[in-house]
């Protein structure tokens, strides 16, 4: 009889004997007959964790109300300094505008050109009549 041909591309499986676990003895945990196990070690140890927890919380929570103040503070200052702005911005305004720029030359001496002359560069000639009787 023949053997069946063997699946293309499969691999020869080598069987390795399993090796025995490293086992060693525990000792027993059961608590002998007549005796109590004492959790206060355990309840200290909560104890120190909650209180630690619990600090750190406040820490925290302490830091962010802080945090919260200083932002409030700052937003004030923001809004004063806006509204200065804001103020600063109309008075230049009212400043500039053509009346009171018009008032302030004619407190200064000023007076405003009646007729004006104008240049032709071409021609290198004086175009109209410039008012020469300014009044003192």
Same mark, same amino acid.
Do not use: C, H, W
């Given at each position: 009889?023949a053997?069946?041909n063997?699946?293309?591309?499969?691999q020869?499986?080598v069987?390795?004997?399993?090796?025995?676990a490293?086992?060693?003895l525990v000792p027993?945990?059961?608590?002998?007959?007549g005796q109590q196990?004492?959790p206060?070690?355990f309840?200290?140890?909560?104890?120190?964790?909650?209180s630690?927890g619990t600090?750190?919380?406040?820490f925290?929570?302490?830091?962010?109300?802080?945090?919260?103040?200083?932002?409030?503070?700052? =937003?004030?200052?923001?809004?004063?300094?806006?509204?200065q =702005?804001?103020?600063?911005?109309q008075?230049?305004?009212?400043i500039?505008?053509?009346?009171?720029?018009?008032?302030r030359?004619?407190?200064l001496g000023?007076k405003?050109? =009646?007729?004006?002359?104008?240049?032709d560069l071409?021609?290198e000639?004086i175009?109209?009549?410039?008012?020469?009787?300014?009044?003192?």
């Open positions: 009889m053997l069946a063997p699946v293309r591309g499969a020869a499986y069987f390795v004997p399993a090796q025995r490293f086992l060693r027993d945990l059961r608590v002998p007959a196990i004492r206060l070690a309840i200290k140890l909560m104890a120190i964790v909650l630690i600090a750190l919380l406040l925290i929570n302490i830091m962010l109300t802080q945090d919260a103040f200083t932002l409030s503070q700052l =937003e004030r200052q923001a809004a004063d300094v806006s509204a =702005e804001e103020a600063i911005t008075e230049a305004a009212r500039s505008s053509p009346t009171i720029l018009a008032q030359a004619t407190q000023m405003t050109g =009646e007729a004006p002359a104008f240049i071409g021609s000639t175009l109209g009549a410039p008012d020469m009787n300014v009044k003192k």
